[in-house]
């Protein structure tokens, strides 16, 4: 045959490459090996930027966490077989959360299928289950065809993960380049509106609410609407409660916020406006005796599929959360002078009067300086420390839990925790993204992920991602010296010498006192270790003061936990 006529040639790498920049993907996680090492080089040939990270969990975790922070899907690439496998955790992760993510995964030889082949496994099946579309692209000249669904996929409607599989012999085959399908670039989201009928319900069952209460949500923080949440939020002096990825859309700080009444506020509310929250495990299925059983839910949800579920809604509108908020602030001021409920009501002195109570209970554990140091007395140190506009990771049990209340937000999406799935081990995949998104979007923004010893365990070795790329990351150890907690350092030692641990350490705990810190020394970053209110000023200020990766190691007294909580079943509960 005639070589004049066939053109120029493309191999498969390159036309999946070309294909994610078109679509506007700007970030690739991954851990190369046969048969994908091509994949990454063809997309940096393309323009777009590879972390290569130490285990595809993490690769995963980070890369769903852009999708998060930016609408917009980023790329996790994997290997065959076991490399698939470990990042269906990112895939799981991604899809309880309702974030975007594409993951790619190579595959054996499509010639060499059923036949035993390298780390062979049936891929799209494996990954089906946390996705919203799985396939394996049959050609070359097809694969933008589904790069484009899948991007699509990802961020429309509600959004989620995607996985397409390219069988190996795919990556450096060759075929005309006129032959590639040209795709379709992937507009943002169309927007959409809620039933007007539904708005004008929804309007009433606030103007006439006598315990009205806005809970935001991370759907909220994900759909960009800070601006019309406050706008309705504060126009209508609401009190709103944020869920833990939810905080921020307004700061924690708002003299509306009635975080610190949680319970009270859940329980006696009349009419609550659901905003990108589900009513899951972690809003307690919004069931009786956490809720008020004749409370009216005001759902706001892009997905239909969402509604009533567990509760029987009062209103449902269905529709991006920015523009049924502008409808319903439309609606609202509609109605004549005020609402039914105002600041001088008594449901307002009810919170107040709650909220003073539980802050002094928590003032108390705060001023507890001995060492040492319980949750509450450590961050009352690190949150003076912490600028305003910092991206805060957050993992661990009792390290995330009262990080939640200790550590405010003043910006949306800047809370990034173990989410619905309740994940641990996310935190530094998701600081490593955090990381390099601030590294090209917003220079001045500081990492600083907060994990327990446990949790920071889990992904360790990210520490070397970090400092290979020099991403600033600030790493605060929370250290128990175990899982919820551990054992203190007398009788570890005691423990050790004389019993055999496979038998009698609790399996809650690790190490007593390990010294996480001297970590950094094998990369290059700065390590401190902290045990008092001083020292953990003098660390974190110095970890603040370079642009380096640090880990602050402070030592936290194992027996340490929540505040004492009025009903048993909150301390089963996470949020
Ligand atoms: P939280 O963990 O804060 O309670 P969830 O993850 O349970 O939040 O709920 C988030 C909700 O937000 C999901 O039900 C999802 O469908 C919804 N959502 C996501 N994006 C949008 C959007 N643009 N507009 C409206 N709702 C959205
Ligand atoms: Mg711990």
């Given at each position: 045959?005639?070589?004049?006529?066939?053109?120029?040639k493309?191999?498969?790498?390159?036309?999946?490459?070309?294909a994610?920049?078109?679509?506007g993907?700007?970030y690739?996680?991954?851990i190369?090996?046969i048969?994908?090492?091509?994949?990454g080089?063809a997309?940096?040939?393309?323009g777009?930027k590879?972390?290569?990270?130490?285990?595809?969990?993490a690769?995963?975790?980070?890369?769903?966490?852009?999708?998060?922070m930016t609408g917009?899907p980023?790329?996790?690439?994997?290997v065959s077989?076991p490399g698939?496998?470990?990042?269906l955790?990112?895939?799981?992760?991604?899809?309880?959360?309702?974030?975007?993510v594409i993951?790619?995964?190579g595959?054996?030889?499509?010639?060499?299928?059923?036949m035993?082949?390298?780390?062979?496994l049936?891929?799209?099946?494996?990954?089906?289950?946390?996705?919203?579309?799985?396939a394996?692209?049959n050609?070359?000249?097809?694969?933008?065809?589904?790069?484009?669904?899948?991007?699509?996929?990802?961020?429309?409607?509600?959004p989620?993960a995607?996985y397409l599989d390219i069988?190996?012999?795919?990556?450096?085959?060759t075929?005309?380049?006129?032959?590639?399908?040209?795709?379709?670039?992937c507009p943002?989201?169309?927007k959409?509106?809620?039933?007007?009928e539904s708005?004008k319900?929804?309007?009433?069952?606030?103007y006439?609410?006598?315990?009205?209460?806005?809970i935001?949500?991370?759907g909220?923080?994900?759909?960009?609407?800070e601006?019309?949440v406050q706008?309705l939020?504060?126009?209508?002096q609401?009190?709103f409660?944020?869920t833990p990825?939810?905080?921020?859309?307004i700061?924690?700080d708002?003299?509306?916020?009635?975080a610190?009444?949680r319970?009270?506020?859940?329980?006696?509310?009349?009419?609550?406006?659901?905003l990108?929250?589900r009513?899951?495990?972690?809003?307690?299925?919004?069931?009786?005796?956490?809720f008020?059983?004749?409370?009216k839910?005001?759902?706001?949800?892009i997905c239909?599929?969402?509604m009533?579920?567990?509760?029987k809604?009062?209103a449902?509108?269905?529709?991006?959360?920015?523009t049924?908020?502008?409808q319903?602030?439309?609606?609202i001021?509609r109605?004549?002078?005020?609402?039914?409920?105002?600041k001088a009501?008594?449901?307002?002195?009810?919170?107040?009067g709650?909220?003073?109570?539980?802050?002094?209970?928590v003032?108390?554990?705060?001023?507890?300086?001995s060492v040492?140091?319980n949750?509450y007395?450590a961050?009352?140190?690190?949150?003076?420390l912490?600028?305003?506009d910092?991206?805060?990771?957050?993992e661990?049990?009792?390290?995330?839990?009262?990080?939640?209340?200790?550590?405010?937000n003043s910006?949306?999406?800047?809370?990034?925790?173990?989410?619905?799935?309740?994940?641990?081990?996310v935190?530094l995949?998701?600081?490593?993204?955090?990381?390099?998104?601030?590294?090209?979007?917003?220079?001045?923004k500081?990492?600083?992920?907060?994990q327990?010893?446990?949790?920071f365990?889990?992904?360790?070795?990210?520490?070397e991602t970090?400092?290979?790329y020099?991403?600033p990351v600030?790493?605060?150890?929370?250290?128990n010296?175990?899982?919820?907690f551990?054992?203190?350092?007398?009788?570890w030692?005691?423990l050790s010498?004389?019993?055999?641990l496979?038998l009698t350490?609790?399996?809650t705990?690790?190490?007593?006192?390990?010294?996480?810190?001297?970590?950094?020394?094998?990369?290059g970053?700065n390590?401190?270790?902290?045990?008092?209110?001083?020292e953990?000023?003098k660390c974190v200020?110095a970890?603040m003061?370079?642009q380096?990766v640090?880990?602050v190691n402070?030592?936290?007294?194992p027996m340490s936990?929540?505040?004492p909580q009025?009903f048993?079943?909150?301390?089963?509960s996470?949020?």
């Open positions: 045959a005639s070589n004049m006529d066939e053109g120029v493309v191999d498969g790498a390159t036309v999946l490459a070309r994610l920049k078109a679509q993907v700007e690739m996680f991954g190369v090996g048969p994908v090492i091509e994949v080089m997309a940096q040939a393309a777009i590879y972390i290569g990270m130490r285990n595809e969990q690769a995963s975790y980070g890369a769903s966490i852009i999708g998060y917009k980023a790329v996790c690439l994997v077989g698939l496998v470990h990042a955790a990112g895939l799981s992760n991604a899809k309880e959360n309702c974030w975007p993951v790619i995964g595959s054996s030889e499509q010639d060499q299928e059923a035993g082949s390298f780390q062979e049936p891929q799209v099946e494996a990954a089906r289950p946390y996705c919203k579309f799985s394996r692209p050609s070359i000249e097809r694969i933008p065809f589904y790069v484009e669904k899948a991007y699509r996929q990802s961020i429309y409607g509600r989620g995607c069988a190996g012999n795919m990556v450096n085959a075929v005309n380049e006129k032959d590639v399908w040209s795709s379709i670039i943002p989201p169309p959409s509106f809620a039933d007007p708005v319900v929804a309007a009433d069952l606030l006439y609410a006598e315990k009205p209460l806005v935001v949500g991370k909220a923080a994900y759909a960009h609407a601006a019309a706008e939020v504060i126009g209508a609401l009190p409660l944020p990825m939810g905080k921020g859309v700061p924690d708002h003299d509306l916020c009635v610190p009444a319970s009270k506020a859940l329980q006696e509310a009349d009419v609550i406006l659901l990108g929250a009513l899951n495990w972690m809003l307690h299925f919004g069931m009786p005796p956490r008020n059983p004749k409370v839910i005001i759902q706001v949800d239909h599929e969402e009533n579920n567990n509760i809604a009062a449902m509108l269905v529709g991006s959360l920015d049924v908020l502008n319903l602030n439309e609606e001021n109605r004549p002078g005020k609402f039914a409920f105002s009501a008594p449901w307002w002195k009810t919170l107040k709650k909220i003073q109570q539980n802050q002094q209970s003032q108390k554990m705060m001023s507890d300086k040492p140091l949750f007395s961050y009352e140190d690190i949150q003076k912490l600028p305003k910092c991206i805060i990771v957050s661990g049990s009792s390290t995330m839990d009262i990080s939640r209340t200790m550590i405010p910006l949306p999406r800047h809370r990034l925790d173990a989410g619905t799935y309740g994940t641990m081990g935190g995949g998701f600081a490593v993204a955090a990381a390099v998104w601030c590294r090209d979007h917003a220079p001045e500081r990492v600083v992920c907060i327990g010893d446990s949790a365990g889990f992904s360790g070795m990210e520490i970090l400092c290979r020099k991403l600030i790493i605060i150890i929370m250290n010296n175990g899982i919820g551990g054992m203190d350092d007398d009788s030692q005691s010498e004389s019993t055999d496979t350490s609790p399996p705990s690790l190490m007593a006192t390990a010294h996480y810190e001297r970590m950094m020394a094998a990369f970053g390590g401190y270790f902290a045990r008092t209110t001083e953990i000023t200020s970890a003061s370079k380096q640090s880990i402070v030592m936290i007294n936990m929540k505040k009025d048993f079943w909150l301390t089963k996470k949020i």
